[in-house]
């Protein structure tokens, strides 16, 4: 599996392109605007989009999901059905934080905790992480070791939760119990900002690091 990341809108979230090498067969994570530019990526891999994956449904991570979905035939998976309040709310979340007036959507496919997706011949595996949002899912490609975590887990930070139904305790068990029991070699992609480990977030992040108990 390969893969690029795509920074979008004003909030630079790391919306990702994954792709099967042996069949050009691609998935994208969290298109949240700025369609043109995954659209030219798209071309200039010479890639098939077979589907949209939402890690969860604030706007910069989801707000380019219907204008994609209709460009290309696709169907969108995820996130968690907790979130569609979120999705419901697009256009009010636009409006709140100056994004262009999106569409709203029905996923066709809600994700729950330990379904899979694929694209091409690549599967990931879904963990349910609420926390940020109630409905936020990751995604887990195991043979590769890689992980999109959204906005659970960030390179030195954690995910917010002072947004609606945001819960601290929940996020630290998400990211305590979920992700970093996958192991410490895995990189993840977070929605904003550099990669980096789940060992590294263990020892140094000083949110959820081993040192704080």
């Given at each position: ?31 949240g605007g700025?369609?043109?530019?995954i659209v ?48 419901d709310a ?124």
């Amino acid at each position: 599996m390969k893969y690029c990341i795509i920074p979008v809108t004003a909030f630079q979230q790391n919306c990702t392109l994954l792709w099967c090498a042996d069949t050009r067969r691609a998935a994208v994570v969290d298109p949240g605007g700025d369609v043109s530019r995954i659209v030219d990526k798209l071309d200039a891999e010479g890639l098939t989009l077979d589907k949209i994956l939402l890690t969860h449904a604030h706007i910069d991570h989801a707000g380019g999901t219907a204008e994609i979905a209709q460009v290309y035939g696709v169907p969108i998976e995820g996130p968690h059905l907790e979130d569609k309040f979120w999705i419901d709310a697009l256009d009010q979340q636009s409006q709140m934080f100056g994004f262009p007036s999106v569409e709203t959507f029905t996923p066709d496919r809600w994700l729950n905790d330990a379904d899979t997706v694929s694209f091409g011949n690549q599967c990931l595996e879904v963990l349910h992480c609420p926390g940020h949002t109630p409905g936020h899912v990751i995604f887990f490609h195991r043979e590769t070791q890689l992980a999109l975590v959204g906005d659970v887990l960030f390179n030195g930070s954690i995910g917010r939760t002072d947004f609606p139904k945001g819960d601290h305790p929940s996020l630290i068990h998400s990211i305590r119990e979920k992700l970093f029991t996958l192991g410490d070699d895995v990189t993840f992609i977070p929605g904003h900002g550099p990669l980096s480990t789940f060992g590294h977030e263990r020892l140094n992040n000083p949110f959820v690091s081993d040192h704080r108990g």
